[in-house]
Nanobody
Framework: QVQLTESGGGSVQAGGSLRLSCVVSGVTASSRCTGWFRRPPGKGREGVAVVENDSSPTYADSTKGRFTISQDNAKNTLYLQMNSLKPEDTAMYYC?????????????????????WGQGTQVTVSS
């Protein structure tokens, strides 16, 4: 059974930083896409950053240069370091995993393929 458990959300002021963590278990596929998505208030879910195995990550334009996705394979943990946070980064953040291939396309359209989701962690950035 695939399980994803996020932690690390919270409230910060604009310009601050947060690091999200996601423990992933139960994934047996050797090739996979893992990543972070978010749902801002009143809007749909959108991709933030994704990575396929140990390849170079792909970032949304809105987060490039500010957010960094990384993973510790020994701990089965995915991270999202968020710096220079802006009020428009306020959202529920979800980690997700899917079978490998076209991870960039998956970031743009999370409905591509079978995706497993965590329960989400709230990030609130005040001005």
């Amino acid at each position: 059974q695939v399980q994803l458990t996020e932690s690390g959300g919270g409230s910060v002021q604009a310009g601050g930083s947060l690091r999200l963590s996601c423990v992933v278990s139960g994934v047996t596929a050797s090739s996979r896409c893992t990543g972070w998505f978010r749902r801002p208030p009143g809007k749909g879910r959108e991709g933030v950053a994704v990575v396929e195995n140990d390849s170079s990550p792909t970032y949304a334009d809105s987060t490039k240069g500010r957010f960094t996705i990384s993973q510790d394979n020994a701990k089965n943990t995915l991270y999202l370091q968020m710096n220079s946070l802006k009020p428009e980064d306020t959202a529920m953040y979800y980690c997700a995993v899917r079978g490998g291939g076209d991870c960039g396309g998956w970031m743009r359209n999370y409905r591509l393929g079978l995706t497993y989701w965590g329960q989400g962690t709230q990030v609130t950035v005040s001005s």
